[in-house]
């Protein structure tokens, strides 16, 4: 891991306290959605079909794209496929998920989680690990396209800092000259907010890590390090960019979807230790959250899935700060609203529970563009191992999604807002083509 300097990352436990680093057409869909009442734990044949375990202890993180794990377990799909004592465990922070993931349930820890797309690399290749221990990880599906928004303090309004960020730079040189720094919080280094910010300030000409500072800050510690002033920016997934428009305290600048529709955004991951030992519960886990995904996806229910997940032991929140941008009602907070917005969160539609190789190459790809993997990585053989795409085949067609499967495990080149495309097979000529990079 290459030296990250002090304007890299000023690292932030809450309000005022520093912490530590380590802190498509398919169908959305089949019949009426069950309930943890109604539903019948699937049936086998023989007792030895059944998983091997009834119990794993997942974790999640107060967000909107959590969903499908809470309503996995709230609506009795682990329970359907014999895994009725699944615990779904709130977490501090990324870097809690990434040192429980490291324990593992035995030891107090957790065995899988709703994390972001390139932890399960990080933890894989040891990097912000402990003593750089190794974790090896396996991506299962993707729990959701879309959903995440970059916004800003109410000052930057008038500046009309909105998908472009260049009218930005004027205003960080003013920063630098007073002496201050101009600080953005994403939520874990190498992660997908840091990234969508990096690749955002880079494209309109900003070096991330010399004309910015960046803050780690947990999603739910977002919008009141926002209201105290101890940031201008910051990229996280919903409802917090919704809550803070709500509350009056800044405005969404722009969705991640408008830099890149219909990008790739959390996981559900496990311990490639754990899913190598229990195959058939991992398989059954897998079952559940596609079928829970398909029900969160589904518009008749976007307002109980924004009613159970806003409740105290899920989110916290009201659902009102989660069901209107689930729905694809977005308030920028600008006096701009969009009704049925295409960059909404997407669950299953248009493949988006499907790991599609090719997005975990772009990730991978842009962690070594800004550093944290090292530039040598050999990318194909990484995403080969973490992700376990054969594995969600599996399960959709075992639950009679084949419509589900794409043909590839490659969607393609990528062309993102700025006119920058992406070819999955030659991640070294886009890394070559890019102005602001540290390799």
């Known amino acids: 891991m290459t030296h990250l300097s002090r304007r890299q990352f000023i690292i932030t436990a809450g309000v005022a306290t520093a912490g530590t680093l380590l ?22 044949a023989n007792p030895s079909d059944g998983p091997e375990v009834t119990k794993a202890k997942l974790g999640f993180i107060p967000l909107t794209d959590c969903s499908p794990l809470v309503i996995a377990k709230v609506k009795g799909f682990f329970a359907k496929y014999g895994m009725p004592d699944v615990e779904v465990v709130k977490q501090a922070s990324w870097g809690t998920t990434r040192d429980n993931l490291d324990l593992g349930s035995q030891s107090g820890g957790i065995d899988g989680a709703h994390i972001l797309t390139p932890m399960p690399y990080h933890l894989s290749e040891g990097i912000f690990t402990l003593g750089h221990k190794k974790i090896p990880m396996y991506i299962l599906a993707r729990l959701n396209l879309n959903g995440q928004a970059i916004s800003l303090a109410n000052s930057y309004k008038e500046a009309n800092v909105g998908l472009d960020s260049a009218p930005l730079k004027e205003k960080i040189a003013q920063f630098n000259a007073d002496g201050r720094i101009f600080k953005v919080g994403v939520t874990f280094p190498g992660g997908t907010h840091d990234l969508w910010m990096r690749y955002w300030l880079a494209a309109g000409g900003i070096d991330p890590d010399r004309e910015a500072s960046t803050m780690i800050i947990p999603p739910p510690q977002m919008v009141a390090n926002m209201r105290v002033g101890n940031m201008e920016a910051f990229c996280v997934g919903e409802p917090w960019n919704a809550l803070l428009v709500n509350r009056k305290q800044g405005y969404s600048a722009l969705t991640t979807g408008e830099m890149w529709k219909d990008h790739p955004e959390k996981v559900f991951a496990m311990s490639a230790e754990w899913a190598d030992k229990y195959p058939k519960a991992t398989m059954a886990l897998l079952k ?54 295409p960059h909404l969160m997407k669950f299953w539609q248009d493949y988006a529970s499907y790991p599609y ?83």
């Open 357 to 439: 190789k090719s997005h975990d190459t772009w990730f991978v790809t842009e962690n070594i563009r800004w550093g944290y993997l090292p530039p040598q990585t050999d990318i194909k053989k990484l995403v080969d191992a973490v992700n376990r795409e054969d594995l969600w085949r599996e399960a959709a067609k075992a639950i009679g999604q084949e419509a589900a499967i794409p043909k590839s495990t490659s969607r393609g080149v990528e062309t993102l807002f700025d006119g920058v495309k992406f070819d999955p097979d030659n991640p070294t000529g886009y890394l070559n083509s890019l102005k602001l990079k540290r390799v």
């Open 23 to 44: 802190s498509h057409g398919c169908s959305s869909g089949s019949s009426k959605a069950p309930t943890a009442s109604n539903l019948a734990p699937a049936a086998y």
């Open 288 to 341: 559940a959250v596609l079928e829970a995904q398909m029900w969160c996806d589904k518009p008749e229910n976007k307002g109980e899935m924004a009613k159970i997940t806003a409740e105290n032991k899920w989110i916290k929140t009201k659902p009102e700060a989660i069901v209107k941008r689930a729905k694809g009602t977005y308030d920028y907070g600008t006096g701009r609203v969009v009704q049925n917005s």
